[in-house]
């Protein structure tokens, strides 16, 4: 059979190398494990890059898809770190950058009446690696309720409040975090988490709870920040929360993060 040519290990003479070449946005059926010891069917939105030198024309776009294909399905922060390595093997590459996208589930019961429902966070894993290291930042999207404390000091009647969500990225030390885990340290520190199922019992608790531990969104970043800072396994994280505000045309916007240890 004739040779075809293959064009991407032409040499460009621009000698500009490139920082990430790759492939974005493509939708992969995964099996996530949980902390319960189970796994849950999702679809992750994966990006794969590499470095490209400045003497090659391309990069091999189909060895991320066999890279990717020939993981398999299941995903948890073990057998995720498998993925980059083979990259920096398969295309010659210096430094490689994967990220997973993916709606994570819980089943969330009613307080009061118990009624059960699932809500959906966005969970992303991501890795810059080379190799020699690895650096693996875990990030959870996490939706809250928040009630203003202004409001509720200058009003008669009631005071506003509304949805925001925080966004939670960690640097685990030795041992992983769960993302369940993650998910249950945001909402403890809101005004109060979020159901996808309340009863009018449930939604009653819920409207008092939160009248009755009302947070500014800069109150909701401190309370992630200092609840972290007592988990060993966190050694560095990065938090953001932003209010969709009920009576304003803009969001409130907060960000705390914990620099890296020298």
Not at 45 to 52: I, R, Y
Not at 90 to 107: K, S, V
Not at 185 to 194: G, K, N, P, Q, R
Request: proline share 4%.
């Amino acid at each position: 059979m004739h040779e075809l040519k293959d064009t991407q290990n032409e040499r460009d003479y621009r000698e500009i190398a490139i920082d990430r070449v790759g492939v974005k946005d493509l939708r992969y059926p995964i099996e996530v494990r949980d902390k319960a010891g189970s796994s849950q069917n999702t679809v992750a939105t994966v990006s794969l890059a590499v470095d490209l030198p400045q003497q090659y024309k391309g990069t091999h776009m189909s060895r991320f898809i066999e890279v990717l294909n020939s993981h398999g399905p299941v995903l948890d922060v073990h057998t995720i770190s498998g993925i980059p390595k083979e990259l920096l093997k398969r295309l010659n590459a210096q430094r490689a950058h994967i990220e997973f996208r993916f709606p994570f589930f819980l089943e969330k019961k009613a307080p009061v009446s118990g009624a059960g429902g699932l809500m959906d966070y966005e969970v992303i894993f991501e890795i810059d690696a080379t190799a020699e290291s690895q650096d693996f930042v875990l990030t959870v999207l996490v939706p809250v309720t928040t009630l203003c404390p202004c409001s509720k000091a200058i009003s008669a009647r009631g005071a506003h409040n509304q949805r925001g969500i925080v966004t939670y990225a960690v640097r685990f030390q030795d041992e992983p975090v769960w993302i369940e885990d993650l998910i249950r340290l945001v909402e403890t520190c809101a005004s109060s988490e979020l159901y996808s199922l309340l009863k009018r019992p449930d939604e009653k608790h819920v409207t008092e709870a939160a009248y009755d531990n009302p947070v500014f969104v800069e109150d909701l970043v401190r309370n992630v920040a200092a609840a972290s800072n007592e988990q060993e396994d966190i050694g560095w994280y990065r938090v953001e929360a932003e209010n969709f505000e009920s009576i304003h045309n803009h969001n409130a916007y907060a960000v705390v993060e914990k620099q890296a240890s020298a």
